[in-house]
């Protein structure tokens, strides 16, 4: 009896043993993970974005977009270069698709910003973008996933991951609809 009681308490001991070192290992994982951190849904970034979908639905010309750097760059998918620089130029770029789309709207939009352990900020988006084209006069529906950077409370950078051909075709149609 005081053998079974004596390998049972040393097999408790080894097994103690065995759970506080594997938690030990795991804190010192998650204090590694600089792309770790927190994300929100409700932050006053995740906001920001709200406003300025609805802006970009409503075709709100007078939107400020204050939160831009004077120096942002946004890529698409087609290259790894800006295709736009500058506050200037996205505004100018927003006020010339008004014209495009007839009732833009997102039937499913996620929204949330990551704050990273590496002191970076990201807000994401995604979600699922109806309109018809003023020009086309083609419908359409378009998965939409954007990422963007944000330093010192100003949007830096923007990524899109969509496909932008519908975008193309409802600029040849103005053009063609420019001609007649």
Avoid at 71 to 86: L, Q, R
Wanted: glycine share 4%; aromatic share 12%; hydrophobic share 40%.
């Amino acid at each position: 009896m005081k053998k079974i009681f004596l390998i049972m308490a040393v097999a408790t001991a080894l097994f103690s043993c065995g759970q506080k070192q594997e938690s030990s290992i795991v804190s010192v994982v998650d204090t590694a993970d600089s792309l770790g951190g927190t994300f929100s849904s409700n932050d006053e970034k995740s906001q920001i974005i709200h406003n300025q979908i609805k802006a970009v639905t409503s075709s709100d010309t007078s939107y400020a977009w204050d939160e831009l750097d004077e120096n942002i760059k946004v890529f698409y998918p087609s290259d790894t270069i800006p295709d736009m620089v500058g506050k200037k130029a996205y505004k100018a770029d927003f006020l010339a698709n008004v014209s495009f789309w007839e009732n833009p709207h997102f039937t499913f939009l996620r929204v949330v910003t990551m704050k990273m352990n590496n002191g970076e900020t990201w807000s994401n988006l995604w979600g699922t973008w109806h309109a018809k084209g003023h020009f086309s006069g083609k419908e359409f529906t378009v998965n939409v996933h954007q990422a963007i950077k944000w330093e010192n409370d100003k949007e830096v950078q923007e990524v899109n991951f969509y496909d932008t051909k519908f975008v193309m075709d409802e600029l040849e149609a103005k053009k063609a609809a420019e001609k007649k």
